[in-house]
Structures are given as C-alpha cells and as structure tokens.
C-alpha cells in the first residue's frame, strides 16, 4: 500500500531517530500515507503498521487521536476552521455559518462534487490572527472573514 517514493520519505524520516526507536516517526508516516492515498483507511495504516514493526493498534492510536488525520475519504480541499475561543471570539463563527451556506455541507461532510471537506478544528498556534482555516492541514489562511472565504474557495476551485 505504500509507494516506493513514500517508503523513501518515511525512511529519511526514521532515520531522525535511534534506529531501535523507527516507531517514533509514525506520525510523519502516517502524513506520509494520507499524502498518498488522501486518506488513512484500515489497510493503509496496517502497511505503516507493518512497516515501522509495530502493532496496528498502536498506529491506530495515533491515527484517531490526532485531528489532522483522515480517516474516511475527504474531498479534494479539506478545510479545517479553527473554533477555539480566541476563533471564535474573532469572528470563526461567522466565518463557519459562511463556509456552510457557501458549502451546503456541515462539518465532516463532502460537497456532491468531491471538491470540498469541512471540518471543525481546534487551535493551530495563530490565535494571534484569528480566525485561522487550514486547507489540507498545510496552508494557514489567516484573519478569514466571509470575503476572503468566498476569494479562497474561488482559487481552490480554479
């Protein structure tokens, strides 16, 4: 279930640790893996399971622990607003009711076209530019209101 190509990423990866310790980087495994398959389904994280020689259920820990990992199908562009209080106090609920109408999905839902996943996040580090969307848990979008929402979505769909 792994390409080559990510076995070579997961390889640099565990190499930033003790070789008695690869389990250590099953997190950037695991983003590795969703990188490929845009999602983390049973088989996909058995093969990182497998591949760092540690017990599936010990990948799955991590897996459903942790927000930023799919684990059912997502759309093209997975947009995760952040709600915490300092969001929120900003203007995130705004923002979501926005992202919904503009959407016509809720939160862990795909748009007909498999363009769009929505998601509901918790804080990214950036209260400081609240409210803060990810897209595809790598692009920060910061100060997000109901225009920039609408320019954002215009440019992930072009």
């Known amino acids: 279930m792994l390409s080559a190509q990510s076995k070579e990423l997961i390889d640099r990866e565990i190499a930033k640790y003790p070789a ?9 495994a695991l983003r ?21 020689g540690m017990p599936p259920i010990a ?6 622990f942790y927000e930023m990992y799919n684990l059912n199908p997502m759309g093209r562009h997975k947009i ?10 900003s203007g995130a609920n705004r923002v979501c009711e926005h992202l919904k109408e503009r959407l016509g999905i809720d939160f862990n839902e795909v748009t007909p076209d498999g363009e769009f996943s929505l998601k509901e ?3 990214f580090g950036a209260c400081g530019d609240a ?3 990810l897209v595809n848990n790598h ?5 997000m209101d109901e225009e ?5 979505l215009k440019e992930l769909k072009s």
């Open 121 to 123: 996040g918790q804080c």
């Open 148 to 152: 920039k929402v609408d320019a954002l």
């Open 20 to 28: 008695d310790q690869k389990q250590s980087a099953v997190m950037s």
């Open 59 to 64: 990948v799955y820990e991590v897996a459903t």
């Open 139 to 143: 692009d920060m979008h910061s100060f």
């Open 80 to 89: 995760t607003l952040c709600t915490n209080l300092p969001c929120a106090l």
């Open 131 to 133: 409210p803060v969307l």
């Open 32 to 52: 590795i893996a969703q990188d490929e398959h845009g999602w983390l389904s049973r088989d996909v994280m058995n093969s990182v399971a497998e591949y760092l």
